[in-house]
């Protein structure tokens, strides 16, 4: 099993930043990929970036593209989004999410989902 935890949401004017953290604990040598979803108020989840566990991949949808940058410590077993400019439409719970396999934008490839951590973005 492995755990995630996400952390670093908050409320922000519209053009500020934030970072998301996400700490993954357990079995993580089972782990390949972790991504970054996020689901806004009467919508559908959606893929926001994912990373392979060693770095070398990644991938971005295209709304957050140039904006979000997702990054590793993998001595700290921990990922990030680093959020800039971020606008009103950005808002939403961000989850953490973790797969053995492949990630890339599906959801159904990741075994593991953290609780979410709320994104507010005022204007």
């Known amino acids: 099993q492995v755990q995630l935890v996400e952390s670093g949401g908050g409320l922000v004017q519209a053009g500020g930043s934030l970072r998301l953290s996400c700490a993954a604990s357990?079995?993580?040598?089972?782990?390949?990929?972790m991504g970054w979803f996020r689901q806004a108020p009467g919508k559908e989840r959606e893929f926001v970036a994912a990373?392979?566990?060693?770095?070398?991949?990644?991938t971005y949808a295209d709304s957050v593209k140039g904006r979000f940058t997702i990054s590793r410590d993998n001595a700290k077993n921990t990922r990030y989004l680093q959020m800039n400019s971020l606008k009103p439409e950005d808002t939403a719970v961000y989850y953490c999410?973790?797969?053995?396999?492949?990630?890339?934008?599906?959801?159904?490839?990741?075994?593991?989902w953290g609780q979410g951590t709320q994104v507010t973005v005022s204007s």
């Open positions: 357990g079995s993580i040598f089972s782990i390949n990929a």
């Open positions: 990373i392979n566990w060693s770095g070398s991949t990644s």
């Open positions: 999410a973790a797969g053995r396999g492949y990630g890339g934008s599906d959801e159904w490839r990741y075994n593991y």
